[in-house]
């Protein structure tokens, strides 16, 4: 009996220290996500200096300390009060120093001592074995993502830049990822390494467009997704035949909008058939038939999208798509099948939130479409719609909160 009464309390303080221990790394994930999101502003501030634009540049050097420092104090404080001073007299500095009546030689050389404090910051709070923990990275990259995501929301509306500012932070953290990802790369499995470094790519072309920000959202959830796969933390909501449905959904409209001359929607549809449907589909149907599911995925993410990017003829292009829905069809036949699956509910179309805040609506009652969530950006008190998923890492990273 005391063996087993020593055994119990054993596995209560394990599992005590095993929650502590999973509560600090998240502070610290969470830190450290505040300090990619000032190396983000301080290229931000590069690149307006670069074009002559002292204004935007001086916003995104002053973001730093009027966003992010108040998030940093505590634990800056906690390891080192003199460095923690330091730090702030940095970041309040860096507007002064890298204004209009300061060359830009001398500019570089502030942000260059500012990312040297910054670098600081992250072995003194976060420690080196686990700043250079792929996971860690990984996890790092999908955060950023997520704000980027909302920052572009507010910043593009109907194919133009309406906030410029929050423009430049999406981009700006778009840019700090694909650092970071560079520097995990070689640790990644080579074919979700190669397909996240294609969506780089093509969210790159969206940013480029001025893309719909359900295009750019899109693209940066399927690098998420990838991400959340190789660290095992990916989740799949609703059953697989919704996901059948999706792409079955997306590749006729790819047939629809391609006839009708907008080969843009036709490739925006394309692209979400396979991010936003068939990548939850790979793994089960890789479990039945390996080489299914390699094919079709070799159809629909490169196939496909290259055909309507090439200006390819609508009779090949409706070709593809039977052939694809053919296999589609076949992997689904080998896949158990929940009795009871939910069904995809219609959206319906819902103004987007700045606008109806511009018609008269109080931002906490602003309404979002279909299954996603209203978040206030905390900076700003702006509303925002985007999924639970995003919501929750939004809260979590101090970007927004819920409306009470």
Request: with cysteine.
């Amino acid at each position: 009996m005391n063996q087993v009464i020593t055994a119990f309390f054993a596995a209560i303080l394990f599992a005590g220290a095993f929650s502590f221990a999973h509560a600090e790394e998240d502070e610290k994930l969470s830190f450290a996500g505040s300090l990619e999101e000032t190396l983000g502003h301080f290229w931000a501030i590069e690149q307006n200096l670069d074009d002559n634009n002292a204004e935007l540049a001086l916003v995104h050097a002053t973001h730093p300390i009027a966003e992010l420092y108040d998030s940093m104090k505590p634990e800056l404080k906690e390891a080192n009060p003199e460095f923690d001073e330091k730090v702030q007299k940095t970041l309040l500095d860096l507007g002064a120093k890298t204004g209009s009546d300061v060359s830009r030689e001398d500019a570089q050389m502030a942000i260059d001592e500012a990312k040297e404090i910054i670098a600081e910051a992250r072995t003194i709070v976060v420690g080196d074995e686990l700043s250079n923990d792929t996971n860690f990275k990984a996890k790092l990259v999908i955060g950023l993502l997520t704000t980027s995501v909302a920052e572009y929301e507010e910043g593009v509306k109907n194919g133009q830049v309406e906030m410029m500012a929050e423009f430049q932070d999406g981009s700006a953290f778009v840019w700090r990822t694909q650092q970071v990802f560079e520097e995990i790369r070689a640790d990644l499995p080579e074919h979700e390494a190669d397909e996240i470094a294609e969506l780089y790519e093509d969210l790159w072309t969206a940013y480029d467009n001025k893309a719909d920000p359900s295009e750019v959202a899109t693209l940066a959830n399927g690098i998420i997704r990838e991400l959340e796969e190789v660290i095992g933390e990916e989740s799949e909501e609703g059953g697989l035949h919704a996901y059948f449905e999706g792409v079955e959904y997306h590749l006729s409209e790819v047939k629809e909008t391609y006839a009708d001359g907008d080969s843009d929607a036709a490739l925006s549809h394309a692209t979400k058939a396979y991010l936003d449907n068939y990548e939850f589909l790979e793994a089960p149907i890789s479990q039945q038939d390996d080489a299914l599911m390699e094919e079709i995925e070799v159809m629909m993410r490169e196939e496909l999208r290259d055909m309507i990017k090439a200006g390819a003829p609508a009779d090949e292009i409706n070709s593809q798509v039977d052939a694809i829905l053919e296999k589609l069809e076949t992997a689904e036949s080998l896949l158990p099948m929940e009795e009871h699956e939910d069904e995809h509910e219609e959206e319906h179309d819902v103004v987007a939130p700045l606008k109806q805040v511009e018609s008269g609506v109080a931002p906490e009652e602003v309404e979002c479409s279909g299954d996603m969530e209203l978040i206030m950006k905390k900076s700003t008190g702006s509303p925002a719609c985007v999924t639970s998923a995003t919501a929750e890492r939004l809260v979590q990273l101090g970007w927004g909160t819920r409306p009470q």
